[in-house]
């Protein structure tokens, strides 16, 4: 590897960008090509659309915005297309599984990189936990569902399995099945997850068609008077957000406020786009067909969402939903309420996907950190056999299945559905500087080629970057203050092991690099 002069070896050392592409830099590109334009659709289609299609139009109609819901899900639908665009563009200069992780390695530094992956790191791992214990809830309503139906008793949920599965607290043997199954479905091979992953995903999609056909059967426009409801107070929550500290006052709900409070709920729906770069290394053309399917996937699934939301609002009036089961709600009072069973069908099926791709992303994280030696070099091993780095997936599933059940262990004093905006902020704060990261390369280095570049530019990705703080001050204080315990922890963890064991800081040094990345048995 030869590394020119001006790069210094310190904290903001600086991983040269065509290194990243470099078949001789840690082995890179070892992994197999196993996806194309439509899987990396499928992809992208399989983490953002979870059963939260079927609630939080709902949800933020009854609560929040009223009709106008459906402008909202059109704005954020706009601000999360912002940060993709600025995704496909550095997805397009440096194809790799790192993903943000590995753009802020080449444009910002080591240690701002290290920053970003640990961000990654605590968005993806709560991510599986948390959506792997909300499906444990999901699936025991679709049993208690199919008994009621049916009235058949035999498919009731058997007595001994009543304390175990469906919990918000305590053990769930639901989550832990479903976490390991799909860890070692992701350890064994690309191809066998990405076939599981069509399936689901194909009969997830079908299911919230089914749902938006039959919604729009009951469309009445007379529902959607007045369209924006007069603001009033909001209801208080408790939780208050860094917004509400900065504005003071009261927050408002409905009106004009309540249409922009809404997007940044509904915002959070779209994430996992983002999740699709980590792909890059395993997608054959990558700097074309990744940019392809990240934008793709999140069109259709923007025009999925409103589809639900137009249907769920044209049904019956806002203030009739029921914010716990808004859908099924919506149904039960047209006289349709067997399309429960498809909501839960569809519900299952979606937050599996959900899992099933954060899971695999992780690996991807994981995977490219070690490979730069911030990590142990163990987890960047790739299977002779399945051709993925195995090691990694089976951390991953492991410790999802950890902290699916923290509130076990710590007694109950820390559940881990509680820490669902803690996911949210580790990706935006990946989206922000992937966002400056496009910035400062074009300004750096105008003369890479670019599969794919952001139009509007330097427009374009300010607004990205605006649009994303603008959601980061709509978290929970709490958040910030667990954030930046994370990262705090973080910061250790790179100071006391990767910056020693870095692989750049050894060859910026001249020292010897053992490869990382080889085949093992």
């Known amino acids: ?300 699934t923007i025009a999925l969402y409103i589809g639900v939301a137009i249907a769920m609002v044209g049904m019956v009036p806002y203030s009739k939903l029921n914010p716990s089961t808004p859908l099924a709600s919506a149904f039960a009072g047209v006289g349709s309420s067997a399309m429960g069973l498809v909501i839960d069908v569809g519900a299952v099926i979606g937050l599996a996907t959900v899992v099933l791709v954060v899971m695999v992303a992780q690996t991807r994280i994981i995977f490219a950190m070690a490979r730069d030696g911030l990590l142990p070099s163990s987890l960047a091993a790739i299977s002779s056999r399945y051709k993925v780095p195995t090691r990694a997936a089976l951390l991953v599933g492991f410790t999802a299945i950890a902290l699916s059940q923290v509130d076990v262990w710590t007694f109950g004093k820390i559940s881990v559905l509680t820490l669902q905006q803690m996911i949210v902020i580790g990706t935006l704060f990946a989206f922000l500087f992937v966002s400056a990261g496009v910035l400062a390369l074009r300004r750096s280095r105008p003369d890479l080629p670019r599969g794919f570049r952001v139009p509007a530019a330097p427009v374009t990705p300010i607004l990205a970057i605006a649009a994303t703080a603008w959601l980061m001050l709509n978290l929970h204080l709490r958040t910030w203050e667990y954030f930046a315990i994370w990262m705090a922890v973080g910061l250790a963890v790179y100071l006391l092991y990767g910056r020693t064991n870095s692989r750049l800081r050894h060859v910026l040094d001249g020292r010897p690099v053992r490869a990382h990345g080889r085949h093992r048995r």
Not at 34 to 63: N, P, S
């Open 1 to 300: 590897m030869s590394v020119q002069a001006p790069f210094r070896n310190n904290l903001l050392r600086r991983l040269p960008v065509e290194e990243t592409v470099s078949p001789h830099y840690g082995g890179r590109h070892r992994l197999s090509l196993v996806y194309k334009t439509r899987d990396l659709i499928v992809l992208g289609l399989g983490v953002m659309i979870g059963a939260g299609i079927f609630k939080i139009a709902g949800e933020q109609a009854a609560t929040t915005a009223g009709p106008a819901v459906i402008a909202s899900f059109v704005i954020a639908g706009l601000a999360c297309l912002l940060s993709a665009l600025s995704y496909a563009e550095l997805s397009s200069t440096m194809p790799i599984a790192g993903s943000a992780y590995s753009f802020t390695y080449v444009v910002f530094g080591e240690i701002w990189a290290w920053v970003i992956g640990w961000a990654l790191m605590l968005e993806l791992q709560l991510a599986a936990a948390v959506v792997g214990r909300a499906w444990s809830l999901y699936a025991t309503r679709l049993i208690t569902d199919l008994g009621t139906l049916s009235g058949v008793s035999a498919i009731h949920m058997p007595s001994f399995l009543s304390g175990v599965v469906g919990q918000e607290t305590g053990f769930d043997l639901f989550a832990l099945l479903l976490l390991l199954v799909l860890a070692v479905v992701v350890a064994i091979g690309a191809r066998l997850s990405l076939y599981t992953l069509w399936f689901m995903v194909l009969a997830k999609v079908i299911a919230i068609g089914l749902v938006i056909v039959g919604g729009l059967l009951f469309f009445h426009p007379s529902n959607l008077k007045p369209f924006v409801p007069p603001a009033r107070p909001a209801s208080a929550n408790g939780d208050r957000t860094v917004l509400d500290v900065l504005m003071g006052g009261t927050p408002h709900a409905f009106g004009l406020f309540g249409i922009f409070a809404a997007t940044s709920a509904i915002a959070f729906a779209y994430i996992g786009f983002d999740l699709i770069a980590t792909a890059a290394e395993e997608t054959q053309d990558a700097p074309r067909r990744v940019p392809r399917g990240m934008i793709i996937s999140l069109l259709i």
